[in-house]
């Protein structure tokens, strides 16, 4: 199994495999992403919303991006972090693993927890953020490939010494 930095530099095009059972082959890029679970001190999450001209619009996720070829998760986090909402983040603990189609590419979606170490928070792509404690996450409406990570996010809220490992 791959860790989620091998897996950050993976981009498989599946369009040579064929189907085994007559069917079509289809044609699938995997995109790697990463996300921030940023954490303050009274136990909040910072989450995003994309704005209208982006894809999902208007869907909350946790914040981050691309990961550029050779670059390392955590790196792309600081670097999306910084660019998208003015921020110097430490990252942390691996939270979990989302995944979700986008047209003929599936976006795999890898979270950390972070912890903002300078900056005053400036939407330059989302429309709109907000402080989330742990019984408003649910009640948000998460873009597909957020939701998976709602579960081991809300457990580490609820108990931060758990069983989150550093990747």
Not at 17 to 27: K, L, N, P
Request: glycine share 10%.
């Amino acid at each position: 199994m791959l860790t989620p930095g091998q897996w950050a530099a993976t981009v498989i095009d599946r369009s040579d495999w064929g189907a085994r059972d007559g069917g079509e082959v289809s044609r699938q890029k995997i995109i790697s992403v990463v996300g921030a679970a940023i954490i303050d001190d009274q136990g909040r999450c910072l989450v995003t919303r994309r704005s209208a001209r982006m894809s999902n619009p208007l869907k909350w996720e946790f914040p981050g991006g691309k990961i550029e070829p050779g670059e390392r998760p955590q790196e792309a986090l600081k670097r999306e972090i910084a660019e998208e909402l003015g921020l110097n983040i430490e990252v942390g603990a691996f939270v979990g693993r989302g995944q979700a189609p986008a047209g003929r590419r599936q976006v795999v979606l890898d979270v950390y927890l972070a912890r903002i170490v300078s900056g005053e928070l400036e939407l330059r792509e989302h429309d709109e953020s907000l402080w989330c404690e742990v019984g408003e996450l649910d009640s948000l409406d998460w873009a597909r490939a957020d939701v998976p990570i709602l579960e081991p996010l809300r457990a580490h809220l609820i108990d931060p010494s758990g069983a989150l490992e550093r990747k």
